[in-house]
């Protein structure tokens, strides 16, 4: 699975972005899809994920202000992230985890800055 992500960019706070994780292959639909974000020195963290049946998870940090989707039928995974603050400043992953494999994909990566 390859994946490619976009999106990311420069908002001010109290702003929005969406950020769009395109994957290759047949197998989109069968999938758990998630973004990670992660900051320089620091861990990756979880933002949120979404599996295949549509049930979502969030982050506490980022609850009720972002939103995972997918688009089965373009091999899509969006995080419309709204409300955005300067600690939202970081880079985020798309990632696609294939439970039969255990394996986890990862995209190369989209820069969101939040700043005035």
């Known amino acids: 699975v390859q994946l490619q992500a976009s999106g990311g960019g420069s908002v001010q706070p109290g702003g929005t972005l969406r950020l769009s994780c395109t994957a290759s292959?047949?197998?989109?639909?069968?999938?758990?899809m998630k973004w990670y974000r992660q900051a320089p020195g620091k861990q990756r963290e979880l933002v949120a994920s979404?599996?295949?049946?549509?049930?979502?998870s969030y982050a506490d940090s980022v609850k009720g202000r972002f939103t995972i989707s997918r688009d089965n039928a373009k091999n899509t995974l969006f995080l419309q992230m709204n409300s955005l603050k300067p600690e939202d400043t970081v880079v985020y992953y798309c990632?696609?985890?294939?439970?039969?494999?255990?394996?986890?994909?990862w995209g190369q990566g989209t820069l969101v800055t939040v700043s005035s």
């Open positions: 979404m599996i295949v049946n549509g049930h979502t």
């Open positions: 990632n696609a985890y294939v439970p039969w494999t255990s394996q986890n994909y």
């Open positions: 292959g047949s197998i989109f639909r069968r999938i758990t």
